[in-house]
Every structure is written in structure tokens, then in C-alpha cells.
């Protein structure tokens, strides 16, 4: 008798600057503003323990990457419900890894999600499983320079802390390949009850912008079970920010019954 094989993994989608699907349903609705984005490179072999099931790291040329992300989240919202003013509104940093799946999605796993709102930190806890933490946290302007801090409430280790700091600049005309590879992302991977879950996204393509790094001291990264980055990073990006939509979890491999 002939032995059935598994299907091999699908081939990753392109990687494209506006969105590679439709998202016709809408799940929750919010705008990330005033983004910098701070990348390390990072062997495949470290990262694909922390993953989950049914995905491996993401590279471009033979590397992954390990994203520090600090920026507002403004106006999260339910459905096709307005945004909430001060619950759904709130500095956040996470920190993030790339990941595809056995049917070419590509997109992001994080590793935790500071947040300054207890509420919205449970209820995405309890409802996404997501690493959601709550923390103490500022984000200030003054002049060109955009400033975030950090320092971890719950759940621990209590006062793991990030400082960053960055001076914007010029636009971004054309992104390079890489840039694209770490900033549009299409989707998030998640464990749902053991199960991996693909939620989708869309939203308008990043207007970037090159700063310079004036400081960055940070312990999340650690704190989120990755090792400590060496050396400078190798990438850093600005966003004024773009208004995002998550659509509800995407066939196959829909939401699980818990």
C-alpha cells in the first residue's frame, strides 16, 4: 500500500507594501500612531521554539529579525463601533517575531504587549490570549524627537523597563526590501488553546521615515524568553501612523473551540 504523504507547506506570499487579501469582515478597528520600530537580527534557531504550532520564523536572506515597537494606540473599537476615547486609547511597546504558516501566511508573533490600561490588557488576556501586560508608560514630543518609557505593573517580572528615544527624519521615498519585510505585515499568529490562529489585517501603506536613534536601553526583550540583542540594530523606523482594521480568525485554521 502506498504511503500517504503530509502536503508540502505551501509558498510564502509576496511580501508587498499594501495589503495581499481582502478583509471583508471586520473584528476591531483602531489607529497605531507615532511608531518607531527598532530591529535586531537573530538566528532562525533561536526564535522558532517560541512560536506557535504550525509556524516557522520568517527570514529574508537566511535572517530573522526580533522588533522592539513602541507607539499610541489610539481608539480601539468593537466591530463597526467608534473607537473608545480613553480605554481604547494608550501608549503601547511590544515586542514581536516573524513567523509564516504551512499555507504561506506570513506575519507577526508577539512576545508581549506593554499596555498603560488594565482593562484592555485583561479583556486581551482573557479573550485573544494574547501577552498583553500592564505597565506604566509616556510617550512625549519635544521638537523632532519622540521619547517612550516603560516600566512593567503586571503580570511579571514586575519592573522590566524600556526607554526609547528618537530623532525623526526625512521621509522614506522608496523603502528597501527589508523595510517592507519588517513593517507590512499582514496578520498575526497566535495560540488559541493550544491551537495556532491567523488573524488578518489591513490597513493604508506605511509612510516611513529614517531617524536616528538618540537611545535605547530596554529589558522586554529579555523579559520575553529572547536573548539579549548584540550590538547596535540593524534597522530603524518611523511612522506618523495609519488606521488599522483586524478582520475575525481567517480559514484555515479558524478560531478553536476552547
Request: proline content about 14%; aromatic content about 10%; glycine content about 8%.
Given at each position: 500500500?502506498?504511503?500517504?504523504?503530509a502536503?508540502?507547506?505551501?509558498?510564502?506570499?509576496p511580501?508587498?507594501?499594501?495589503?495581499?487579501r481582502?478583509?471583508?469582515?471586520t473584528?476591531l478597528?483602531?489607529s497605531w500612531?507615532d511608531l518607531?520600530f527598532?530591529?535586531w537580527?537573530?538566528?532562525p534557531?533561536?526564535?522558532?521554539?517560541l512560536?506557535?504550532p504550525?509556524?516557522?520564523?520568517d527570514t529574508h536572506?537566511g535572517v530573522?529579525?526580533?522588533?522592539l515597537?513602541a507607539?499610541r494606540?489610539?481608539?480601539?473599537?468593537?466591530?463597526k463601533?467608534?473607537?473608545?476615547?480613553y480605554?481604547?486609547t494608550f501608549?503601547?511597546?511590544?515586542?514581536r517575531l516573524?513567523?509564516?504558516d504551512?499555507?504561506g501566511?506570513?506575519?507577526?508573533v508577539?512576545r508581549s504587549l506593554e499596555?498603560?490600561?488594565l482593562?484592555?490588557v485583561?479583556?486581551a488576556?482573557?479573550?485573544?490570549?494574547?501577552?498583553?501586560k500592564?505597565?506604566r508608560?509616556?510617550?512625549?514630543?519635544?521638537?523632532?524627537?519622540?521619547a517612550?518609557?516603560?516600566?512593567?505593573?503586571?503580570p511579571g517580572p514586575?519592573?522590566a523597563?524600556?526607554r526609547?528615544?528618537?530623532r525623526?527624519?526625512?521621509?522614506?521615498v522608496e523603502?528597501?526590501d527589508?523595510e517592507h519585510?519588517l513593517?507590512a505585515?499582514?496578520?498575526?499568529?497566535?495560540t488559541?488553546?493550544?491551537r495556532s490562529?491567523?488573524l488578518?489585517?489591513?490597513?493604508p501603506?506605511?509612510?516611513?521615515?529614517?531617524?536616528?536613534l538618540?537611545?535605547c536601553e530596554d529589558?522586554?526583550i529579555t523579559?520575553?524568553?529572547?536573548p539579549?540583542?548584540?550590538g547596535?540594530?540593524?534597522s530603524v523606523?518611523y511612522?506618523p501612523?495609519?488606521?488599522v482594521?483586524?478582520g475575525?480568525?481567517?480559514?484555515?485554521?479558524?478560531?478553536?473551540t476552547?
Amino acid at each position: 500500500m502506498p504511503i500517504a504523504l503530509a502536503p508540502a507547506p505551501a509558498a510564502a506570499e509576496p511580501i508587498t507594501p499594501d495589503p495581499v487579501r481582502d478583509v471583508p469582515a471586520t473584528l476591531l478597528t483602531q489607529s497605531w500612531l507615532d511608531l518607531s520600530f527598532v530591529h535586531w537580527a537573530a538566528d532562525p534557531a533561536d526564535v522558532a521554539p517560541l512560536l506557535p504550532p504550525g509556524t516557522v520564523p520568517d527570514t529574508h536572506d537566511g535572517v530573522t529579525y526580533i522588533g522592539l515597537v513602541a507607539f499610541r494606540m489610539h481608539r480601539v473599537g468593537w466591530f463597526k463601533v467608534p473607537g473608545i476615547p480613553y480605554l481604547g486609547t494608550f501608549p503601547e511597546t511590544n515586542v514581536r517575531l516573524y513567523s509564516v504558516d504551512s499555507h504561506g501566511r506570513r506575519g507577526v508573533v508577539f512576545r508581549s504587549l506593554e499596555a498603560s490600561r488594565l482593562l484592555p490588557v485583561a479583556v486581551a488576556r482573557s479573550t485573544f490570549r494574547l501577552p498583553y501586560k500592564w505597565a506604566r508608560m509616556s510617550i512625549e514630543h519635544e521638537a523632532d524627537t519622540i521619547a517612550y518609557t516603560s516600566s512593567r505593573r503586571w503580570p511579571g517580572p514586575r519592573g522590566a523597563r524600556s526607554r526609547l528615544a528618537v530623532r525623526i527624519g526625512e521621509p522614506i521615498v522608496e523603502p528597501s526590501d527589508l523595510e517592507h519585510f519588517l513593517t507590512a505585515r499582514w496578520g498575526m499568529h497566535n495560540t488559541f488553546f493550544g491551537r495556532s490562529v491567523y488573524l488578518p489585517n489591513t490597513h493604508p501603506r506605511w509612510p516611513l521615515h529614517r531617524p536616528e536613534l538618540v537611545h535605547c536601553e530596554d529589558e522586554l526583550i529579555t523579559a520575553a524568553g529572547l536573548p539579549a540583542p548584540v550590538g547596535p540594530p540593524v534597522s530603524v523606523l518611523y511612522s506618523p501612523g495609519v488606521p488599522v482594521r483586524f478582520g475575525g480568525p481567517a480559514r484555515p485554521g479558524g478560531l478553536p473551540t476552547p
